[in-house]
């Protein structure tokens, strides 16, 4: 009989090598082999898997001295555990695993009883409470509150249950947990509430109800950033328009002098820009750096957006504070499709900023081919020298790129859009038309371009004036006398 327990376990420890710790659980239940037989058998170092039970029992016997038997700290860490001590908590394990399921699943009745069970385990139940938080079982956390389990916990990443609740958009449970938390701008490790929280993940149910409860919407987080910068970051313009619809500033700036626009020309946010020029925010700003909206955009190579700044009055040669242009930060970055469409809407190729460099040498500092060629098909100068005396193809040659830039001198590599451009004149060129089709292309226009024929001449006829009849020896009749004109004037009048 114990030969065929031993056996059992160990075809378990042959098959929990290539499990998840759920599947391992789920086999130790079906298998019906303990958890402490497992530990015992398996090769000492390897029981990581079953440690959460492990700590559960830990935690528990420093509440209830009468029930457990005291466990030293090298019991957590690996170290064998006597079959005894582990069943004498079996129990109470089993307990707070069920617990924590059965909030998840939000299943209110065993909630409740498994509480009742288990008033000990203040792990299992923060556990539990997350678990319920985080998979939106209102009826599962109130059992959990009603049961006097701390709302104002703090997980992982010093976040609490309501940055929890932000973060699925459980907006039941979020005005549930407002009622009984005890700080409603209780910050994470970032410095972030739970209004940062609802902005990142655009939930606007959550910020209404965060709104509407009383938190603070416009609190800055460690690096100074307000809900609107996460708001803007991630593209969310409902959001945005909730916090301006409530009067807030969404043009505050952040520790760097950036603010909410630059973050979103930084990350392609176009909705949020659109929203921001209609809001009469000024996209012509410059942060810290100098950089406005448009640099940002430059930079990250987001032409959409950086198209619309152009188009509503951001100046392609403003220049940040090291004294670059929008094509510098695009060639410095390897933005091809921004600096392209820069170079090709007339930006100068060879400007220099303070160090003397022009987009060229920035190109070739970064190793960025691709803007290399495309600046040199721009008419980028090879010639000019910075303030360390180098030309583009030194640059190059001191940051390790030569042969590529070289290949690029020579349009061995071209920038795909510039290349796109070549081939297209190449195919117009190799498709002209031949005599024939050119004479009726040309007959074409003409019919069309040509006015309407109009061959008739205007007759100009010649208006004789009528001869008003008269009656001999009257004298000239007045005009509109029409009586007079039929019938004669009357003997007499
Ligand atoms: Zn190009």
């Known amino acids: ?30 298998s019906r082999v303990s958890s402490s037989e497992v530990i015992d058998h398996r090769p000492f170092g390897l029981n990581s898997g079953l440690m959460v039970h492990v700590k559960a029992n830990v935690s528990f016997s420093n509440d209830v001295q009468d029930q457990a038997p005291v466990r030293t700290r090298t019991m957590t860490q690996g170290s064998k555990f006597t079959t005894s001590s582990l069943d004498a908590h079996a129990s109470v394990a089993d307990t707070t695993m069920d617990l924590v399921e059965a909030a998840a699943k939000g ?14 385990g203040s792990k299992g139940n923060d556990q539990a409470m997350q678990k319920a938080v985080q998979y939106g079982q209102t009826e599962a956390l109130q059992e959990l509150l009603n049961a006097g389990v701390d709302p104002d916990i703090k997980v992982q990443g010093g976040r609490t249950m309501l940055h929890e609740a932000c973060v699925g958009g459980h907006n039941e449970v979020l005005k549930l947990l407002l009622i009984h938390v005890t700080d409603m701008d209780a910050t994470n490790s970032l410095g972030q509430t739970a ?11 959550c910020m209404k109800v965060l709104e509407e409860a009383g938190a603070d919407c416009s609190l800055q987080d ?18 945005l328009n909730f916090l301006l619809s409530k009067g807030m500033d969404i043009e505050g700036a952040d520790d760097n002098g950036r ?7 930084r990350h392609g946010a176009l909705e949020c820009l659109v929203l921001f020029l209609q809001s009469d925010c000024d996209t012509t700003v410059e942060d810290g750096s100098g950089f406005t909206a448009g640099h ?11 198209r619309f700044l152009v188009k509503h009055g951001s100046d392609k040669e403003v220049r940040e504070n090291h004294g670059r242009t929008l094509a510098h930060l695009a060639a410095a970055s390897g933005s091809m499709t921004c600096l392209h469409w820069l170079l090709e809407k007339g930006s100068d190729v060879n400007v220099q900023d303070k160090l003397g460099s022009t987009p060229v040498h920035l190109a070739a500092a970064g190793g960025h081919h691709l803007c290399f060629n495309c600046c040199l098909q721009h008419g980028g100068n090879l010639n000019i020298l910075n303030d360390k005396k180098e030309t583009p193809i030194d640059t190059a040659r001191r940051f ?19 290349n796109d451009n070549y081939e297209l004149s190449c195919w117009e060129e190799s498709h002209q038309p031949n005599v024939v089709q050119r004479a009726i ?26 001869k008003e009849p008269t009656v001999p020896g009257r004298g000239k009749l007045p005009n509109r006398d029409l009586a007079v004109r039929y019938f004669g004037r009357e003997e007499g009048t």
């Open 1 to 30: 009989m114990e030969k065929k327990r031993l056996s059992k376990v160990q075809s378990f420890l042959e098959r929990e090598k290539t499990m998840t710790y759920h599947e391992k659980m789920t086999l130790l239940e079906t």
């Open 107 to 120: 299943d209110t009745e065993m909630v409740r009883k498994a509480v009742s069970k288990n008033p000990y």
């Open 195 to 205: 209004c940062h929280t609802a902005a990142y993940h655009g939930e606007l149910g």
């Open 222 to 239: 460690s690096k100074g950033c307000s809900p609107c910068h996460l708001a803007a970051q991630h593209n969310h313009p409902s959001i």
């Open 259 to 265: 603010r909410p626009q630059h973050v979103a020309a």
């Open 296 to 306: 940002h955009a430059a930079a990250k190579d987001h032409l959409d957006c950086l």
């Open 400 to 418: 390790g790129h030569p042969v590529k830039m070289n290949q690029a001198v020579n349009n061995e590599i071209r920038c795909t859009h510039c």
């Open 441 to 466: 292309n040309s007959s074409k226009t003409a019919i069309f371009s040509s006015p309407m024929p109009n061959n008739k001449k205007k007759e100009t006829k010649k208006v004789t004036p009528r």
